[in-house]
């Protein structure tokens, strides 16, 4: 059975934050995930490991980069994350990030999608 679903979401955006914004990946995986870290972006290998690696190269190539969170929603063992992403000298972004959490809650799988804001929309509605 999942975890409480309001922490599950407080857990899912602290990990986010530690990991993207302040850019320390490694404490995040120490502090947020479980045995196991399985990766569906393919940006980026499986593990723990390889997701240190990615962001602590990601925070050399775009300091300042920093993300705000639009929407939380948990399900069963799910989270949803809807952020903005700024990436300095690069595109920015709207992002869908999905975690699934295991029993003692903690993060052990990660999915993601995203769009590259463009500035441009047949809407006045936005991305967020």
Same mark, same amino acid.
């Given at each position: 059975m999942a975890s409480n679903l309001g922490q599950n979401k407080i &857990?899912? /955006?602290?990990?986010?934050?530690l990991m993207f914004n302040q850019c320390e990946p !490694?404490?995040?995986?120490?502090?947020?995930? %479980?045995?196991e870290y399985i990766q569906h972006n393919p940006h980026v290998a499986d %593990?723990? *490991?390889a997701f240190v690696d990615y962001f602590e190269r990601m925070? !050399?190539?775009?300091?300042g980069k920093k993300t705000v969170f639009k929407r939380a929603i948990a399900e069963d063992n799910l989270v949803v994350l809807h952020c903005h992403q700024t990436w300095?000298? #690069?595109d920015d972004y709207a992002g869908i990030d999905i975690f699934r959490f295991d029993d003692d %809650?903690?993060?052990? *799988?990660?999915?993601?999608v995203l769009q590259?804001?463009?500035?441009? #929309? /047949? &809407? !006045? &509605? %936005?991305?967020f």
């Amino acid at each position: 059975m999942a975890s409480n679903l309001g922490q599950n979401k407080i &857990n899912a /955006q602290a990990f986010y934050d530690l990991m993207f914004n302040q850019c320390e990946p !490694r404490k995040a995986i120490e502090i947020y995930a %479980g045995a196991e870290y399985i990766q569906h972006n393919p940006h980026v290998a499986d %593990g723990k *490991e390889a997701f240190v690696d990615y962001f602590e190269r990601m925070a !050399r190539d775009y300091p300042g980069k920093k993300t705000v969170f639009k929407r939380a929603i948990a399900e069963d063992n799910l989270v949803v994350l809807h952020c903005h992403q700024t990436w300095p000298g #690069s595109d920015d972004y709207a992002g869908i990030d999905i975690f699934r959490f295991d029993d003692d %809650g903690k993060i052990v *799988e990660h999915w993601d999608v995203l769009q590259v804001i463009s500035g441009t #929309s /047949q &809407n !006045r &509605n %936005g991305l967020f």
